[in-house]
């Protein structure tokens, strides 16, 4: 799919050849919009937002650079056709509703179509038509003034809206409205978004809007400091080839890769989004995922709410994991708490049930990293369980057994597969560890040391790919 917006190394000077006074509003800006994006440019007062947004709307000249809108150059237009750019192929939504307060209503709403010469009862009809779609028809004949924020506001939807643009471009529409009000415009947007496939570009400077959108796109002393894919929405850009190579790569040990790869985006691990402090940093979005893992080691969450709060969007305190991973993530942590709870126990049970529970155990492993071993490689495996577990060798012996060659009496994996075995022998027993403060074995609501009515331990199913 071609970008309907493509903005090439754009520069803005305000008061050029000024001297002091000549400001440097955008700085070689690139980026590339698709049809039916939601797009949400963020950053602090004066990072030049409302610039990149006029330059899209083409009310802004451009110092140098590029802005194409739908393969149109804006920056080679005529005055009279970048008007009719502007009034045509945009919709323009501001925070201060810029409404004439002269006109009625209705008359605001018409406004783009006077300016083109429709007649009177033309432009009517379809702002009248405009006004019941955004419920402020009783209101058509007043003047703006006697309207609220939140009729007011729609009176400036209804105007941007009056000659259906494909692009609807919003500055800070939201910024004088009560909370009910916010949450009709954005309702407003999601419509426009998703139901019209309007491509729409929001621009904000309060983090509780980012989940809007399908991509946020962080801006700084006039520069682009990073973008972000918003997981639970649509993807429209392509992804890259960084994207591409996570997105098909082996994840049968995921608690790392969740932590270092998938789960915290490339671009959202640069420094210098860790620096802007306006936006929500990665490190605390995992910071929120580890805390939930925590609250479900401890048991303070069931495994149900556990799920339900991976799934749940980072604004709304969930981790901002996509439905696919907080599944798989969820059932990964139930099973290797069952396996943990057992690996705490073991000391406990007689040499014949410590056969039988590492020969389940090592079954589990090798189902969850679907391994398959033959007869021989199997009873190495359970051996190593044991030694492991009554720690009698450590971890790295472990790995060595797994990686030596079957004739040097080793197991004969893949160095990758050695790893990701030991690794998850490993977790399951810092699982099963003591966390400090936790006193004797059972502590109440505490999952992973009820140890109480322990039902018998079963083949576990495998945790979906
Ligand atoms: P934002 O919308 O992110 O708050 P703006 O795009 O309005 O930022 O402004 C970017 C920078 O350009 C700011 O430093 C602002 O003071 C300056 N600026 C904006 N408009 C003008 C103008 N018309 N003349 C001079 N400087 C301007
Ligand atoms: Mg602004």
């Given amino acids: 799919m071609d970008p309907i917006i493509k903005i090439e190394n754009v520069n803005v000077v305000y008061n050029a050849g ?26 602090p007062s004066g990072c030049g937002k409302s610039t990149l947004l006029n330059v899209v709307a083409g009310l802004e000249r451009v110092a140098s650079g590029r802005v194409l809108v739908a393969g149109r150059d804006l920056t080679t237009l005529k005055d009279e056709e970048i008007a009719m750019y502007h009034r045509h192929e945009v919709g323009f939504i501001f925070q201060a509703y810029n409404l004439i307060g002269t006109l009625s209503v209705v008359e605001n709403i018409a406004l783009p179509q006077m300016f083109d010469g429709k007649s009177r009862r033309e432009w009517l009809k379809s702002a009248y038509t405009m006004a019941e779609r955004f419920e402020i028809s009783e209101h058509a004949k007043k003047l703006p003034q006697e309207l609220s924020g939140g009729q007011q506001q729609r009176v400036g939807i209804a105007r941007a809206l009056i000659n259906n643009p494909a692009i609807v471009l919003a500055d800070e529409p939201t910024g004088n409205l009560d909370s009910k009000n916010v949450r009709r415009v954005l309702d407003i947007f999601q419509d426009l978004n998703l139901k019209e496939g309007k491509t729409l570009i929001l621009v904000t400077h309060s983090p509780e809007m980012l989940g809007e959108a399908d991509r946020i796109v962080y801006l700084k002393d006039g520069k682009i400091i990073d973008e972000v894919q918003n997981k639970e929405r649509k993807l429209l850009k392509p992804k890259t080839e960084e994207e591409k190579k996570l997105a098909s790569s082996d994840s049968a040990f995921p ?24 936006g929500v940093p990665s490190e605390e979005k995992v910071a929120r995922m580890e805390g939930l893992i925590e609250k479900r080691l401890q048991g303070i969450l069931n495994s149900q709410d556990f799920v339900a709060a991976l799934d749940r969007s980072y604004y709304r305190g969930g981790s901002g994991l996509d439905k696919r991973r907080a599944k798989h993530l969820g059932e990964y942590t139930e099973h290797v708490l069952k396996v943990a709870r057992v690996i705490r126990r073991i000391s406990s049970f007689s040499e014949e049930e410590q056969v039988n529970v590492i020969t389940i155990l090592s079954d589990n492993l090798l189902q969850t990293l679907r391994l398959s071993l033959n007869e021989d490689q199997k009873e190495l495996l359970r051996n190593l369980l044991k030694d492991r577990f009554a720690n009698r060798i450590g971890p790295n012996e472990v790995k060595k057994v797994l990686d030596a060659s079957l004739k040097k009496g080793g197991l004969g994996l893949r160095r990758q597969t050695a790893v990701r075995v030991m690794e998850y022998i490993e977790l399951a027993i810092l699982i099963a560890s003591k966390t400090p403060g936790e006193n004797g074995e059972v502590k109440k609501n505490t999952s992973i040391a009820s140890s109480k009515a322990e039902p018998p331990l079963l083949l576990l199913p495998p945790p979906s790919p």
Avoid: N, Q
């Fill in 18 to 43: 000024e001297g002091a006074k000549e400001m440097g509003a955008l700085s070689d800006i690139t980026i590339d919009i698709y049809p039916k994006e939601y797009v949400v440019f963020f950053g």
């Fill in 255 to 278: 608690w790392k890769r969740f932590l270092r790869d998938a789960y915290v985006p490339a671009s959202v691990k640069s420094e210098k989004l860790a620096e802007f402090v306006l």
